[in-house]
């Protein structure tokens, strides 16, 4: 019998201290008089492709790619490839959108192959290769990407 009450003890003990962590991860609790601010609504803008780079949202549903802007965060979406040539140079972001320092992204390219980057530059410039080149041609994604302006 102890010992089931103990086992009960912990038991409570390990559950509170489980809903401690998940309260702490979600931000804190509107019980308590916190209110989450509501995501602010992103207005998407297409990037203006270059070197034979086209959107790849025709063939595979993942949209054209665009980026937006919002409370000094850059959001990249969509998905592209070049069907011919070999310029890795696909759009530049406007000057509102650019990082302050090159930045090296890793991303999903055709097949998951291995290797994939998304290169960012001061000055706008974006660039997309792979360990594969073809593979980066092939598809590149910019699901998921996020950035800060500036920095």
Same mark, same amino acid.
Request: glycine letters at 14%.
């Given at each position: 019998m102890r010992a089931m009450s103990a086992f009960a003890?912990?038991?409570v003990t390990i559950l509170i201290a489980i809903g401690a962590v998940v309260l702490a991860l979600?931000?804190?609790?509107?019980?308590? /008089?916190?209110?989450?601010?509501a995501p602010a609504s992103l207005t998407e803008? =297409?990037?203006?492709?270059?070197?034979?780079?086209?959107?790849?949202?025709?063939?595979?549903?993942?949209?054209?790619p665009q980026y937006a802007v919002s409370q000094g965060i850059v959001y990249l979406s969509g998905s592209l490839h070049q069907p011919s040539g070999t310029n890795t140079l696909f759009a530049y972001l406007p000057k509102g959108a650019?990082? /302050?320092h090159v930045m090296y992204i890793s991303i999903y390219v055709s097949?998951? =192959?291995?290797?994939g980057v998304l290169q960012l530059f001061p000055n706008g410039a974006m660039v997309v290769y792979?360990?594969?080149?073809?593979?980066?041609?092939?598809?590149?994604s910019l699901a998921s990407i996020s950035f800060p302006v500036g920095a």
């Open positions: 003890i912990r038991s979600s931000g804190g609790a509107d019980a308590v /008089g916190e209110h989450q601010a803008h =297409a990037l203006s492709l270059r070197n034979k780079w086209q959107s790849a949202d025709p063939g595979n549903r993942t949209g054209r650019r990082p /302050g097949q998951g =192959a291995p290797g792979s360990s594969n080149p073809q593979s980066a041609r092939d598809f590149s």
